[in-house]
């Protein structure tokens, strides 16, 4: 009995560990990037046939790779379907800043309310095609480190 008593506190104790572990964790990283915020900013206009699979790459990396990456889409008065696939997604996901060519004219980013110490801008053209415009990406996405002071502002075009 009494080492029955012992090996079930060594599991409850590994449980625990690995719970606490991983909650710290997630605090952790919390309190690192909670001050550290990098803008990522993709001013598009006329993707309508490429928007919402790099809107899609853009989710689905900051989700796994860069949750203190904060995305920002800029559409400059497409004349195509780019900004009704846009509001799409935005409503779909919320987790990304959709502002119009206007606002982010007048205000920049400081309409978003954030304290911002990095600002990375993209610009994707119709004139590349997906494959590019994804190349361009993922380069752009593979130098982002989340040190402070490694980054500055850059303008991608």
Request: hydrophobic fraction near 45%; charged fraction near 25%.
């Amino acid at each position: 009995m009494k080492y029955f008593l012992t090996a079930a506190g060594v599991l409850l104790l590994v449980y625990l560990t690995g719970k606490c572990k991983y909650w710290l964790r997630l605090k952790w990283c919390a309190l690192r990037f909670k001050q550290e915020k990098i803008f990522l900013v993709l001013r598009i206009r006329n993707l309508g046939q490429q928007i919402e699979g790099l809107v899609r790459e853009l989710i689905t990396w900051r989700g796994y790779q860069a949750p203190y990456v904060e995305l920002v889409i800029v559409d400059l008065d497409s004349e195509d379907e780019s900004k009704a696939i846009l509001e799409r997604l935005y409503a779909k996901f919320q987790n990304f800043y959709l502002l119009s060519s206007q606002a982010y004219r007048l205000d920049g980013l400081n309409s978003l309310g954030f304290a911002i110490s990095e600002v990375i801008v993209i610009d994707l053209d119709s004139g590349n095609d997906y494959l590019d415009n994804l190349h361009k990406l993922k380069r752009t996405l593979a130098n982002i480190v989340p040190t402070k002071g490694k980054l500055g502002n850059q303008v991608m075009s």
